[in-house]
């Protein structure tokens, strides 16, 4: 059974350093691709990036590139999505999910991590 | 980036209705799109994908049909498993987009 389990909701502080995981199973982790998705609290889906975990190429949406790093470690099947300094705005559910190609839209969804960052 | 937009935004709908929602997209993207589900406090769910072809494991009261630049979902007989929002994603270009959502509740 293909599944995808993200870490745990994280409770933080403007300015703080966050990564949030992704980890893979029941497929072969290194030929599909990884998205995450954002979803602010009572909004809809944005789509934030994806990575390849066979070489780690990766692309960016313009509205999320420079605010997020989005990285892998393929020897533990694990995708992660990264804030070097939170803001108040990151606030959201982040869900991972599993993307066939580069060009296609994901298949199976992690169960989401909940991102809280107040003063 | 390519701009989806979704009619309607909301809809209320009885148990054994016939529900159609509409996502246009600003430009033509084949049939690079997915329909998907979500529930409250829950990861959505992909309910179509190459705009007309049913997931495995989704019941057939589901269709999709569309090419180019505007797509439907249909969902024959409503059940009450079905009152939930609806995403369209076009995945032709990046940045992929979703459409806004269509919120499906009970009339």
């Known amino acids: 059974e293909v599944q995808l389990v993200q870490s745990g909701g994280e409770v933080k502080k403007p300015g703080e350093f966050l990564r949030i995981s992704c980890k893979g199973s029941g497929y072969s982790f290194t030929t599909y691709w990884i998205g995450w998705v954002r979803q602010m609290p009572g909004e809809g889906l944005e789509w934030m990036g994806i990575?390849?975990?066979?070489?780690?190429?990766?692309r960016y949406s313009p509205s999320f590139r420079g605010q997020v790093t989005i990285s892998v470690d393929k020897s533990i099947s694990t995708a992660y999505l990264q804030w070097n300094s939170l803001k108040a705005s990151d606030t959201a559910m982040y869900y991972c999910?599993?993307?066939?190609?580069?060009?296609?839209?994901?298949?199976?969804w992690g169960q989401g991590t909940l991102v809280t960052v107040s003063s | 980036d390519i701009q989806m937009t979704q009619s309607p935004s909301s809809l209320s709908a009885s148990v054994g209705d016939r529900v159609t929602i509409t996502c246009r997209a600003s430009q033509d993207i084949r049939d690079d799109l997915g329909w998907y589900q979500q529930k409250p406090g829950k990861a959505p769910k992909r309910l179509i994908y190459a705009a007309s072809s049913l997931q495995t494991g989704v019941p057939s009261r589901f269709s999709g049909s569309g090419s180019g630049t505007e797509f439907t979902l249909t969902i024959n007989s409503l059940q009450p498993e079905d009152f939930a929002t609806y995403y369209c994603l076009q995945h032709n270009n990046y940045p992929f987009t979703f459409g806004p959502g269509t919120k499906v509740d009970i009339k």
């Open positions: 999910a599993r993307h066939y190609t580069t060009s296609s839209g994901p298949d199976n």
């Open positions: 990575i390849y975990p066979g070489d780690s190429e990766t």
